[in-house]
């Protein structure tokens, strides 16, 4: 049976190339990953005093939406060099309420994005260093820095082959790790 992955996008906007990204990595997964996108665009910022007996119900949504995927994909840009907000958020309301954590244990990969040349290198070790603390088991290599995404789609909206066969060097190895864990 397959394993039920999220795929957390960092990008909030329409036209995201990222969450382009995040699609044609649930076409192109092994059968033995089921990937579904894992909104994270309506959590309110988090706050410890609206998440007591009775939390926002976009946080409950996302907790048991977590709680049912057996692994995580981040696809996210990079902002400032470092992490986009909205998915910072996502992270801390997983983690949270303690000793409950959604993240613990889980296989997860990092995806960083940008039209840029370095391709979210910033950003992608910075959600890896939460991860680490988050208990989750994170693919290390090969490491997945999109650079010139821009290009990585034709005049047509499809990927193009190079952009391709990248994305499933990095699913495959993911698929890999779920696999040896399970
Ligand atoms: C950016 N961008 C950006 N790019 C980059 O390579 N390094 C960076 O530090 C930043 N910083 C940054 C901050 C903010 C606030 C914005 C809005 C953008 C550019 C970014 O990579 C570009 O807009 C991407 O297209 C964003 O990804 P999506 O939305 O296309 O997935």
């Known amino acids: 049976m397959s394993k039920s992955i999220a ?6 906007r329409k036209d995201s190339y990222n969450r382009k990204l995040a699609k044609v990595l649930q076409e192109i997964a092994p059968a033995s990953l089921s990937l579904k996108i894992i909104e994270i665009g ?6 410890e005093d609206i998440d007591g007996d009775n939390p926002p119900a976009a946080y409950t949504r996302f907790r048991q939406e977590m709680a049912a995927c057996q692994g995580a994909i981040f ?3 990079e902002y400032n060099r470092s992490v986009p907000a909205a998915l910072k958020n996502a992270l ?6 303690y000793g409950k954590s959604i993240w613990s244990k889980k296989p997860a990969v990092v995806i960083t994005a940008s039209p840029g ?4 290198f910033g ?4 959600i890896r260093q939460s991860l ?5 088991i994170t693919l290390q290599q090969p490491e997945a820095y999109f650079g010139g995404v821009a290009n990585a789609f034709d005049e047509n909206g499809n990927i193009v082959p190079k952009s391709k066969e990248f994305l499933q060097l990095i699913i495959n190895a993911y698929a ?3 696999n040896k864990l399970a």
């Open 7 to 12: 795929v957390i996008v960092g990008s909030l």
């Open 42 to 47: 309506d959590l309110p910022l988090y706050n």
């Open 75 to 77: 696809v996210s840009p």
């Open 92 to 97: 801390d309301v997983g983690s949270r309420p």
């Open 117 to 120: 040349a370095i391709g979210g």
């Open 123 to 126: 950003a992608n070790h910075h």
């Open 132 to 136: 680490v603390f988050l208990d989750m």
């Open 176 to 178: 890999d790790l779920v």
